[in-house]
Every structure is written in structure tokens, then in C-alpha cells.
């Protein structure tokens, strides 16, 4: 099982960035999903998050209003649409999935997470 992440770059502040997170090995269309951040010298942070129907969404303070977490079943992909960007968003980002039974909750833990890709790298100008 394989989450593989893409998308990252160099941009300017006030710019938009779209993370991708392909999945493979399994299908993970009925499985939460999520991406966290880790900056320099921090701890990884939540991000966002996404319910199996990708109906539901929830994001943590610092990105809601900017960030657009969205998923697509059929393509076992998981994006995160970056807008408005500024410096503090820079950092490695990663997308998770969960497999464990799930409830209606929404997983903004590290530890609620089984499957990590392996992480792709935001860089914000000023």
C-alpha cells in the first residue's frame, strides 16, 4: 500500500498551490483521509481532513478560509487546493489514510492515522 504526494513547489505569497495524493495498492474510497504539515524545527501539525464520501470536511484554524481538502473515489485521490499561501505554510506536507474502523468522526490525530506518504515539500516567498 503506497500514498504517493504531489504538487509541491516554490511559490509566492498570495499564491495557490494543489497537493495530489494517489493511492495505490488498495482502494481507500471508503476510508477517512487526511494531510498534515511539518515545518522546520515543529512538530507535524493537522491539516485537513475528509470523510469517506467526501461530503464532510474540516481543517484546522490556521488554513480554513484557504485550504480546499477534496477527493476523488474513482481515481483513489486526494487533493488539497492551496490558496491565498503565505510564509507560515511552508513545510513538508503529507496525506494519511485511516483503516481502522471508522466512525463518523472526523481524525485530526497523527496516532488515528495507518498509512503515510512520504511527504512533499511547500516553500512560500515573501
Known amino acids: 500500500v503506497q500514498l504517493q504526494a504531489s504538487g509541491g513547489g516554490l511559490v509566492q505569497a498570495g499564491g495557490s498551490l494543489r497537493l495530489s495524493c494517489a493511492a495505490s495498492?488498495?482502494?481507500?474510497?471508503?476510508?477517512?483521509m487526511g494531510w498534515f504539515r511539518q515545518a522546520p524545527g515543529k512538530e507535524r501539525e493537522f491539516v485537513a481532513t475528509?470523510?469517506?464520501?467526501?461530503?464532510?470536511?474540516y481543517y484546522a484554524d490556521s488554513v480554513a478560509g484557504r485550504f480546499i481538502i477534496s477527493r476523488d473515489n474513482a481515481e483513489n485521490t486526494v487533493y488539497l487546493q492551496m490558496n491565498s499561501l503565505k510564509p507560515e505554510d511552508t513545510a513538508v506536507y503529507y496525506c494519511?489514510?485511516?483503516?481502522?474502523?471508522?466512525?463518523?468522526?472526523?481524525?485530526?490525530?497523527?496516532?488515528?492515522?495507518?498509512?503515510w506518504g512520504q511527504g512533499t515539500q511547500v516553500t512560500i516567498s515573501s
Open positions: 494519511a489514510a485511516r483503516v481502522r474502523c471508522s466512525s463518523s468522526d472526523l481524525y485530526t490525530r497523527i496516532r488515528e492515522y495507518d498509512y
Open positions: 495498492g488498495r482502494t481507500f474510497s471508503s476510508e477517512p
Open positions: 475528509v470523510r469517506r464520501s467526501g461530503g464532510t470536511t
